[in-house]
């Protein structure tokens, strides 16, 4: 099976227990990859990055870090914002369009390969491109 596709499974282990008697149990479920794409999809959502494709198509490329910079791209906006958020929201699928074709920056497929000064110039962009102004400071947008 194809790393990030979607018949992928993460197993995630945790303990519960019971009030009588009192026992601790050892629990396990599996989760689909496309879970782990919601939650990103969420928090990305929260700090004002959404986007102008389509969900399930943004859902796919959220699932594959092998083929498609996205996941590299939404965990380095995550850590660029640091739990702050954008005064007005910016569309991902752009701001990984003005980061690679615009920028020339490569397609990163880590955090590790995500240059975060042009990756403040892509949100830049993308935003005075959505609005139609002329924002020249990545921390005005930022709230």
């Known amino acids: 099976m194809a790393k990030g596709s979607p018949n992928e499974w993460t197993q995630l282990y945790f303990v519960m227990s019971t009030g009588n008697p009192y026992q601790v149990v050892l629990m396990t479920t599996s989760l689909s990859v496309d879970v782990l794409a919601s939650a990103t999809l969420l928090a990305l959502l929260k700090v004002g990055i959404d986007f102008s494709v389509e969900e399930a198509e943004l859902r796919q490329w959220l699932n594959n870090r092998e083929f498609t910079p996205y996941p590299a791209l939404a965990e380095a906006l995550l850590e660029l914002l640091e739990g702050k958020r954008l005064r ?55 709230r």
């Open 88 to 142: 007005q929201p910016v569309y991902i699928d752009v701001i990984r369009f003005k980061y690679e074709d615009v920028l020339g920056a490569s397609s990163p497929r880590s955090v590790a390969d995500v240059d975060f000064a042009l990756l403040r110039a892509a949100v830049l962009e993308s935003y005075n491109e959505r609005y139609g102004e002329a924002v020249s400071d990545f921390q005005s947008l930022v």
